[in-house]
């Protein structure tokens, strides 16, 4: 067998594997549920352990000094609606970006801290993104992912990785380039919005993030929300949902002038996690 047919076999065996623990756990939904959500833990810890292994988690910078207070408010307003702790990593990428795995970790891009305007941007941003994490949206585009329904590996040997394992592969593979639908990131704003406000940080940010990169050159919009669909219909559902909720979102200020400017100190030194 040579190295390609290997990593054939074993491949078909992860999914094999993964197929029959998703047969089980439908069977049983109490028993799904907590399965499920130690599924979210794993997933997480396995994206953490590559990301980790590439050199990329910023152990300590005077970076965390901007991002504590926010991850912090968010995670006093976000930990309720979800049973694993959040975290907040920095990681060193070119493109400016945040995402979120299952089981709580948010990694935040160094060069997003320099990109977002002020303070505001960057916590819409991040409750953006926890908010995925609280409707479970990334394990459900992983187990919508093409390759968990071909026929054909059903029948490969019952041997390897966990479901978890599996999900997690897919997810790596696409960690940068996940591809949720306009109802999903509309869904998460929304939600977003709702934490930033009970943070206290203008939830406006968001709206303003969007303006900007609307306002950005070709080229310089970061793949944060260049790729999320439909970004004048998720800033009207906003707005919508601003109006019709003025309890809550009566007291923020729609001026982008209002905002608080985002400090970060040029070239901050990054030690990584080894
Ligand atoms: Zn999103």
Known sequence: MN??????????????????????????????????QDEEVQMGQEVFNELKAKGEIIESSPLYDQLKPIADAITRAAQPRYNHPFKFYLVHEQQPNAFATPGGNVYVVDSLLYFAKNTEELAGTLCHEVSHTIHHDTVTLMEKDQRLERREVGAAILLGPTRAHLLAILLLGKLHSLSYSRDVESRADITGSDVCAATGYNPWGLVWLFQDFDNAKMGQVPQLLSDHPGNQNRVDALKQHFSKNPAVFGKFNPDPKAASPLVVPKDAPEVFLH
């Not at 992860?14 to 756990?25: D, F, K, V």
């Open 3 to 36: 190295a390609f047919e290997q990593f054939r076999k074993s491949f078909l065996c992860t999914i094999a594997a993964a197929l029959c623990l998703a047969g089980l756990g439908n069977s049983t939904p109490l028993m799904a549920q907590s399965q499920d």
